[in-house]
C-alpha cells in the first residue's frame, strides 16, 4: 500500500525559506520518479516540480524556477523540496505525488506572510 507523508511546512515571512519532505512506504521508491504538486486556497492543483528515478533529471515551473529545489534520497525513501524566496503566491497545501499512479499525501500546509 503506497504511503507519503509530507512534513515541513509552517508559515514563514517572505524571502524566508522552507524544506519540505515526503516520507514514502509502500512501493519501490527508487523505481519511481516523483513531483510536488501545490494547491493554493480556491485554486486547483499546481504541478512545481519533477524527479526522475535516480535523481538525474528534475524541472521546474516556471512559477519556482531558480527559488525551488527538489532532490531525493533513495537509500531512506525520502523525498525533498527546498523552497527559497519565498513569495505570498507561494502559499499552498503541498503534496508529493508519486508519478505514473498519481498517489499522494495529505500535504503539508505553506503559509507566506508577514
Known amino acids: 500500500q503506497v504511503q507519503l507523508v509530507e512534513s515541513g511546512g509552517g508559515l514563514v515571512q517572505p524571502g524566508g525559506s522552507l524544506r519540505l519532505a515526503c516520507a514514502a512506504s509502500?512501493?519501490?521508491?527508487?523505481?519511481?520518479?516523483m513531483n510536488w504538486v501545490r494547491q493554493a486556497p480556491g485554486k486547483g492543483l499546481e504541478w512545481v516540480s519533477h524527479?526522475?528515478?535516480?535523481?538525474?533529471?528534475?524541472n521546474y515551473a516556471d512559477s519556482v524556477k531558480g527559488r525551488f529545489t527538489i532532490s531525493r534520497d533513495n537509500a531512506r525513501n525520502m523525498l525533498y523540496l527546498q523552497m527559497n524566496s519565498l513569495k505570498p503566491e507561494d502559499t499552498a497545501v503541498y503534496y508529493c505525488?508519486?508519478?505514473?499512479?498519481?498517489?499522494r499525501g495529505p500535504g503539508t500546509q505553506v503559509t507566506v506572510s508577514s
Open positions: 524527479i526522475n528515478p535516480g535523481g538525474s533529471f528534475v
Open positions: 505525488v508519486k508519478s505514473n499512479s498519481g498517489a
Open positions: 509502500g512501493f519501490t521508491f527508487s523505481a519511481n520518479a
